[in-house]
Nanobody, 127 residues
Framework: EVQLQAFGGGLVQAGGSLRLSCAVS????????IAWFRQAPGKEREGVACIVSDNDDTVYSDSVKGRFTIASDNAKNTVYLQMNSLKPEDTAVYYCGVGQRLDSAAYYYLVPSYDYWGQGTLVTVFS
């Protein structure tokens, strides 16, 4: 059984940093794509960052580019999201998802591209 456990969320002041972790069990990364999405109240789930495990290719949404960094530790089956310069608009529940490597980077921003999801971890940024 594949399980994803996301943790590391919390309450942080604007300008601060947090690091999220996503621990994956039940599969080895291989050529997987592992992504972080977020969902704010009343909004759709949106892709934030994705990493392809076999070549460490990454993609980021424009809203977080330059502030967030996604990284993978394949030996630990864990993916991290380092979030710096946080803004109140980053407030959301953050989810990690795992899927197969895809041919087009555009697909990594789509929820149906991922087969498994974690339970989410809440990030609240106050000004």
């Amino acid at each position: 059984e594949v399980q994803l456990q996301a943790f590391g969320g919390g309450l942080v002041q604007a300008g601060g940093s947090l690091r999220l972790s996503c621990a994956v069990s039940g599969l080895t990364f291989g050529n997987s794509a592992i992504a972080w999405f977020r969902q704010a109240p009343g909004k759709e789930r949106e892709g934030v960052a994705c990493i392809v495990s076999d070549n460490d290719d990454t993609v980021y949404s424009d809203s977080v580019k330059g502030r967030f960094t996604i990284a993978s530790d394949n030996a630990k089956n864990t993916v991290y999201l380092q979030m710096n310069s946080l803004k109140p608009e980053d407030t959301a529940v953050y989810y990690c998802g795992v899927g197969q490597r895809l041919d087009s980077a555009a697909y990594y921003y789509l929820v149906p591209s991922y087969d498994y999801w974690g339970q989410g971890t809440l990030v609240t940024v106050f000004s």
